[in-house]
């Protein structure tokens, strides 16, 4: 019942997954868009950046150069004095500057401040090529003059970077300078948060791959960047540098990083709510068919009970016309019966002894046909008669063994009586007539001889009778209507004898059924509720006990 | 066993033959007896013939043996007989006034037994006659058999 209670219907189970896995599709699909829009924007972002940086390291080159290139020309003199002044302005002491001027031997230095060669000495290495690259660039436009970093080195957390520039294009002397700064904190007071810096993390290598060994700037000390990225190569001077970024938080906004995760947890709640909803529903109809259901079977059960009570009503009025014909019937036969029984009395008295075998024979039988006649017309009213039972408490083996006392056994007949004590109330008079009848016809059932068994006692909260006889047993289909009024299977009962017995017995509120005995012969058991006696005849049936009884009187009168 | 019989008896009963054959054997018995075919006779006859016992139906056109009964304030005492149960609050309402109650039909031999019975007042065997109504087959189903011979 729990566990049926518990299991979900399978329509609100697949509502419940249809509906999630379209919140979870929805959650995806949203989820990629945001991605994406925020790539887009990133990329975007990242381009800007790089423009930036691409114009920001070409006009810081310029003006260096804008303000050395001139005095290098005409005035070498002060050179010196602007280099030292413009390296100092710079107090991490990391910013050197240097003239050159190409002469045959080479790149000369005409000036010098901070680190880098000293005045008079030749430039060598990857210095002298750089140098060289930027004399004899070509620029790209006639307004302005070309420049080439160097490649980063790093010493430390130091990355240092280079710029060679021309005084103007070809022109023989070539300005040189060389920052060297710590890129994290570069990147603190570069960039502050100006333009799109500040929604951005980043890095810039002076290459165009993002190797750890030409960063020049960046806001994490942790590199290279993972996850959300996006890069941009853009020019510084002949190079190619490059720049990494990513979101510092969703560039297409809080809520649109949130819009997913709404619409999943949206989904999802309204899969249950739709699922719990549907389950109620479900439920409720299960209940309601279950209900009609029911009412159906209650309603057919009544209606088979109405039909039983209308075939018990038919039937029941068949029999009431039936025993209202038996009533006029045996009525009306008594009084006929009474002058005939007179008439062969006196006929008796008027011959006397003087009467022949003869006419003797045939008043005899008279006589005998005259009594046949008035017990049926006894069964007949006995039948009709409405009977109360008044009922007294009694033991039914002392009936019992009244009744044998009163109606013993033809000598063919071995009779064996089993009884135990069981106690009812019932009418002692109906009982006795009951039992009579039950007896008489067991020993009529083997008129070649046999046996005859009754036995009695408790049954249950009432008590039983089982008369049964050796005889040839009965016919399961006569048996269903034995008990009919005028059914009989013996050529001179009136049949009425066992309808009286059943009209009796339920008249006590028990039962009576008859069947073919296990072994052979019939079986008629009767069962007698504890039934209720009376409150004044419980005080006769003392009397009676006690012996007191006018009743008493009767029998000893029968007697002889 | 005639010596006694010198009274008169009533026989009424609308049932002629039953009343005749009635009469008959207790003329054989050495009653006098006088008959009524009703009720209105039967109290008329009483008017001019007092006599010891009446045997009286109760089934009657006219007037019925129960109203002949309670039309009388002293009636002789009687042998009441039916083809129907004496209903138990007639013979509550009757009382002492039935001597004897004999459903027909009955053994003529307890017709004979049962006037004597109340013509000597024996109101002892009259109470266990009464009380034969709530036999069913026993004697009744045998009213003429062997005691007859």
């Given at each position: 019942?729990?566990?049926?209670?518990?299991?979900?219907?399978?329509?609100?189970?697949?509502?419940?997954?249809?509906?999630?896995?379209?919140?979870?599709?929805?959650?995806?699909?949203?989820?990629?868009?945001?991605?994406?829009?925020?790539?887009?924007?990133?990329?975007g972002?990242?381009?800007?950046?790089?423009?930036?940086?691409?114009?920001?390291?070409?006009?810081?080159?310029?003006?260096?150069?804008?303000?050395?290139?001139?005095?290098?020309?005409?005035?070498?003199?002060?050179?010196?004095?602007?280099?030292?002044?413009?390296?100092?302005?710079?107090?991490?002491?990391?910013?050197?500057?240097?003239?050159?001027?190409?002469?045959?031997?080479?790149?000369?230095?005409?000036?010098?401040?901070?680190?880098?060669?000293?005045?008079?000495?030749?430039?060598?290495?990857?210095?002298?090529?750089?140098?060289?690259?930027?004399?004899?660039?070509?620029?790209?436009s006639?307004?302005?003059?070309?420049?080439?970093?160097?490649?980063?080195?790093?010493?430390?957390?130091?990355?240092?970077?280079?710029?060679?520039?021309?005084?103007?294009?070809?022109?023989?002397?070539?300005?040189?300078f060389?920052?060297?700064?710590?890129?994290?904190?570069?990147?603190k007071?570069?960039?502050?948060?100006?333009?799109?810096?500040?929604?951005?993390r980043?890095?810039?290598?002076?290459?165009?791959?993002?190797?750890?060994?030409?960063v020049?700037?960046?806001?994490?000390?942790?590199?290279?960047?993972?996850g959300?990225?996006?890069?941009?190569?853009?020019?510084?001077?002949?190079r190619?540098?490059?720049?990494?970024?990513?979101?510092?938080?969703?560039l297409?906004?809080?809520?649109?990083?949130?819009?997913?995760?709404?619409?999943?947890?949206?989904?999802?709640?309204?899969?249950?709510?739709?699922?719990?909803?549907?389950?109620?529903?479900?439920?409720?109809?299960?209940?309601?068919?279950?209900?009609v259901?029911?009412?159906?079977?209650?309603?057919?059960?009544?209606?088979?009970?109405?039909?039983?009570?209308?075939?018990?009503?038919?039937?029941g009025?068949r029999?009431?016309?039936?025993?209202e014909?038996?009533?006029?019937?045996?009525?009306?036969?008594?009084?006929?019966?009474?002058?005939?029984?007179?008439?062969?009395?006196?006929?008796?008295?008027?011959?006397g002894?003087?009467?022949?075998?003869?006419?003797?024979?045939?008043?005899?039988?008279?006589?005998?046909?005259?009594?046949?006649?008035?017990?049926?017309?006894?069964?007949?009213?006995a039948?009709?008669?409405?009977?109360?039972?008044?009922?007294?408490?009694?033991?039914?083996?002392?009936?019992?063994?009244?009744?044998?006392?009163?109606?013993?056994?033809?000598?063919?007949v071995e009779?064996?009586?089993?009884?135990?004590?069981?106690?009812?109330?019932?009418?002692?008079?109906?009982?006795?007539?009951?039992?009579?009848?039950?007896?008489?016809?067991?020993?009529?059932?083997?008129?070649?001889?046999?046996?005859?068994?009754?036995?009695?006692?408790?049954?249950?909260?009432?008590?039983?009778?089982?008369?049964?006889d050796?005889?040839?047993?009965?016919?399961?289909?006569?048996?269903?209507?034995?008990?009919?009024p005028?059914?009989?299977?013996?050529?001179?009962?009136?049949?009425?004898?066992?309808?009286?017995?059943?009209?009796?017995?339920?008249?006590?509120?028990?039962?009576?059924?008859i069947?073919?005995?296990?072994?052979?012969?019939?079986?008629?058991?009767?069962?007698?509720?504890?039934?209720?006696?009376?409150?004044?005849?419980?005080?006769?049936?003392?009397?009676?006990?006690?012996?007191?009884?006018?009743?008493?009187?009767?029998?000893?009168?029968?007697?002889? | 066993?005639?010596?006694?019989r010198?009274t008169?008896?009533?026989?009424?009963?609308?049932?002629?033959?039953?009343?005749s054959?009635?009469?008959?054997?207790?003329?054989?018995?050495?009653?006098e007896?006088?008959?009524?075919?009703?009720?209105?006779?039967?109290?008329?006859?009483?008017g001019?013939h007092?006599v010891?016992?009446?045997?009286?139906d109760?089934?009657?056109?006219?007037?019925?043996?129960?109203?002949?009964?309670?039309?009388?304030?002293?009636?002789?005492?009687?042998?009441?007989?039916?083809?129907?149960?004496?209903?138990p609050?007639?013979?509550?309402r009757?009382?002492?006034?039935?001597?004897?109650?004999?459903?027909?039909?009955f053994?003529?031999?307890?017709?004979?037994?049962?006037?004597?019975?109340?013509?000597?007042?024996?109101?002892?065997?009259?109470?266990n006659?009464?009380?034969?109504?709530?036999?069913?087959?026993?004697?009744?189903?045998?009213?003429?058999?062997?005691?007859?011979?």
């Open positions: 019942m729990t566990a049926k209670m518990l299991r979900a219907s399978p329509l609100s189970v697949v509502v419940c997954v249809v509906v999630a896995a379209v919140a979870i599709v929805g959650f995806v699909l949203t989820k990629n868009n945001a991605a994406q829009q925020d790539q887009t924007l990133l990329h972002e990242t381009a800007q950046a790089a423009l930036i940086g691409s114009s920001e390291f070409g006009s810081v080159v310029s003006e260096i150069t804008g303000f050395i290139g001139p005095a290098a020309r005409y005035d070498p003199g002060s050179l010196q004095a602007i280099a030292s002044a413009v390296a100092s302005a710079d107090k991490s002491a990391h910013f050197g500057v240097n003239v050159f001027r190409r002469t045959a031997a080479g790149f000369e230095a005409i000036a010098a401040a901070g680190p880098g060669p000293n005045t008079g000495e030749l430039a060598t290495g990857a210095l002298a090529a750089t140098l060289s690259e930027a004399q004899s660039s070509r620029a790209s006639p307004i302005s003059v070309p420049y080439v970093p160097t490649p980063i080195v790093r010493s430390g957390t130091n990355s240092t970077v280079g710029f060679a520039q021309p005084v103007s294009s070809g022109s023989d002397e070539v300005v040189y060389q920052f060297t700064l710590d890129p994290f904190t570069a990147a007071s570069l960039l502050a948060d100006r333009g799109p810096f500040g929604l951005l980043l890095a810039v290598y002076g290459s165009s791959k993002p190797q750890s060994s030409s020049v700037v960046a806001t994490d000390k942790n590199l290279p960047l993972t959300t990225i996006a890069q941009a190569e853009f020019s510084v001077g002949t190619t540098w490059l720049i990494v970024t990513q979101a510092r938080s969703p297409a906004g809080s809520f649109a990083a949130a819009a997913p995760w709404v619409i999943l947890a949206l989904g999802l709640f309204l899969a249950l709510l739709l699922a719990g909803t549907i389950e109620i529903l479900v439920r409720r109809q299960c209940y309601a068919n279950h209900l259901a029911e009412r159906t079977e209650a309603l057919e059960i009544s209606l088979s009970d109405l039909r039983t009570a209308q075939a018990k009503l038919v039937q009025e029999l009431a016309a039936l025993g014909m038996a009533s006029v019937v045996g009525h009306e036969l008594r009084n006929p019966l009474t002058a005939v029984t007179n008439a062969l009395f006196l006929l008796r008295r008027t011959i002894d003087s009467a022949g075998s003869g006419v003797e024979k045939h008043l005899d039988m008279a006589e005998r046909e005259t009594t046949k006649a008035a017990t049926l017309a006894e069964d007949l009213t039948f009709v008669r409405p009977r109360q039972p008044v009922m007294a408490e009694l033991d039914l083996a002392d009936v019992l063994h009244e009744v044998i006392e009163a109606t013993p056994p033809p000598e063919e009779l064996v009586v089993d009884t135990s004590p069981a106690t009812i109330a019932a009418d002692r008079g109906q009982l006795a007539e009951v039992l009579t009848n039950l007896v008489t016809n067991a020993y009529q059932a083997v008129p070649e001889g046999g046996s005859v068994r009754v036995s009695s006692g408790a049954n249950g909260a009432g008590a039983i009778v089982v008369v049964q050796s005889g040839p047993g009965i016919d399961p289909a006569v048996a269903e209507r034995i008990f009919e005028f059914f009989t299977t013996k050529s001179s009962g009136t049949g009425l004898g066992l309808a009286i017995v059943r009209r009796l017995v339920e008249a006590h509120g028990g039962e009576i059924s069947d073919k005995a296990p072994e052979h012969g019939t079986r008629v058991t009767v069962r007698l509720p504890v039934g209720e006696a009376d409150a004044q005849t419980a005080a006769d049936e003392a009397n009676r006990r006690s012996g007191t009884d006018r009743r008493a009187g009767v029998s000893s009168r029968k007697a002889p | 066993m005639s010596s006694a010198s008169g008896v009533l026989v009424v009963d609308d049932e002629e033959a039953v009343r054959s009635a009469a008959e054997i207790l003329r054989g018995e050495g009653y007896v006088i008959e009524a075919p009703d009720g209105e006779v039967a109290l008329d006859l009483l001019r007092p010891s016992v009446m045997v009286l109760i089934r009657m056109p006219r007037r019925d043996g129960v109203s002949v009964l309670e039309a009388l304030a002293d009636p002789p005492p009687v042998v009441l007989m039916s083809a129907y149960c004496l209903d609050d007639t013979e509550a009757l009382g002492t006034k039935v001597g004897a109650f004999l459903k027909k039909p053994a003529p031999l307890r017709l004979i037994e049962e006037v004597e019975a109340v013509a000597h007042g024996d109101a002892n065997a009259a109470q006659d009464t009380s034969d109504l709530h036999r069913t087959r026993g004697p009744s189903a045998s009213p003429n058999g062997t005691e007859a011979k």
